[in-house]
């Protein structure tokens, strides 16, 4: 199965092809914003790269956020149009969930916490179990002194809002550690294992209804 994921729920532009469980080739772009005219042409530069054509492609994936708005919009609006032109399934992955894959570590707690402006944040606990990563909370987005109970000791800690909360976890959650700067954003290449079960298990999104986490009210919009 040949895939083509893409996240745009942070700066990280992120995009990946792969053929079954092995990535082709992937690519992430730090972008102010990740706007409609910047996602075509790097499908098109990856897919070249990747030697696979646009219609050779059997299915999309793409990141859900939380993130930002706007970029979260433009790109399921853009793989909503290439899925439905190509006739393709498309599953959607929270980016929260493609953050925690870039820890290695399986043994330890994994919480992903991402800035969301106003002191707030987007977070989630995960630990592994059989061999799967599993979700322990909610995707939240919440005040770090209201989600602080859900960090255990030695968790590892990982995501853009880090530097943010580094100090005041440092001082609360006993042998907390941290992942380094660079992989505190999703990656596209990380969905393609989750994604891949739900093609599998045929548990694609129906592009009508599909749309972004976001966990804002509806009349606040960050971008």
């Known amino acids: 199965m040949k895939l083509l994921s893409i996240d745009t729920s942070t700066k990280n532009f992120s995009l990946a092809v792969s053929e079954n469980l092995k990535v082709v080739a992937s690519q992430d772009v730090i972008l102010k914003n990740v706007l409609s005219d910047s996602i075509i042409p790097s499908i098109h530069a990856i897919l070249k790269k990747a030697r696979i054509r646009l219609n050779d492609i059997d299915g999309f994936v793409i990141g859900l956020g939380p993130g930002s708005f706007t970029s979260l919009r433009v790109g399921l609006s853009t793989v909503k149009g290439l899925a439905f032109a190509l006739q393709k399934p498309v599953v959607g992955i929270s980016s929260l969930d493609a953050i925690a ?98 093609f599998k298990e045929k548990k694609t999104d129906d592009i009508s209804q599909l749309v972004p986490i976001y966990l804002y009210p509806e009349d606040c919009q960050v971008t």
């Not at 894959?101 to 330890?108: A, F, G, K, M, T």
């Open 101 to 198: 894959l870039n820890v290695p570590e399986r043994n330890r707690p994994i919480v992903v916490m991402n800035d969301a402006r106003r002191n707030m944040m987007y977070a989630c606990r995960y630990e592994w179990k059989n061999d799967r990563l599993m979700k322990k909370t909610d995707y939240v987005l919440v005040e770090l002194k209201d989600f602080i109970k859900n960090i255990p000791s030695s968790a590892i800690c990982i995501g853009d809002g880090i530097p943010l909360y580094r100090k005041e976890l440092e001082k609360k959650i006993k042998n907390v550690s941290f992942m380094e700067e660079k992989y505190q954003y999703p990656r596209a290449k990380n969905m393609v294992p989750l994604a891949i079960q739900r």
